[in-house]
């Protein structure tokens, strides 16, 4: 079986796509009276192109030297994550950061296989609360907060 249909190779291609994508967006928009340094694309290019020179050292060294290679085996929770993926990049600028990534962390925890309903209320609600906590609150650099109260 060809090394291109292993999951880890599957996934390292589309994070390069997406990062490619993202990386493309930050061309169409310039701000010359601001300059290059204090241009709000200037640091988002730096970190995507950072993140696709790691993404193709990561997809070069796992196609040459990838020995067994395991096949996707759970295509339906690999489509299931990426529907919840698109949903929570829709969701997120309409009902804020907070109230958005909860479901997206219980429906992602919830297909990765863990069930204990402690640990996924424990995660889904402390990791996007402290975000918030972290962002909004401590270095004031906002989320997209929530159309009914600007706490989350």
Do not use: C
Not at 51 to 69: E, N, T
């Amino acid at each position: 079986m060809p090394s291109l249909l292993s999951e880890r190779v599957l996934v390292l291609l589309t994070l390069l796509i997406a990062a490619g994508a993202l990386f493309a967006t930050t061309f169409g928009t310039e701000y010359r009276l601001l300059g290059a340094v204090q241009s709000p694309v200037y640091f988002p290019r730096i970190i995507l192109g950072l993140m696709i020179g790691l993404i193709l050292i990561a997809l070069l060294q796992d196609v040459i030297a990838q020995k067994s290679v395991e096949p996707v085996e759970k295509w339906g929770a690999l489509i299931a994550l990426v529907i919840a993926a698109v949903l929570y990049a829709n969701a997120i600028t309409r009902v804020g950061f907070m109230l958005s990534s909860v479901p997206f962390s219980v429906m992602g925890l919830w297909i990765f296989g863990i069930r204990n309903p402690l640990v996924i209320a424990a995660y889904a609600i402390a990791v996007p609360g402290s975000m918030v906590i972290l962002f909004n609150h401590i270095l004031k650099l906002p989320l997209p907060t929530s159309p009914f109260t600007y706490l989350f």
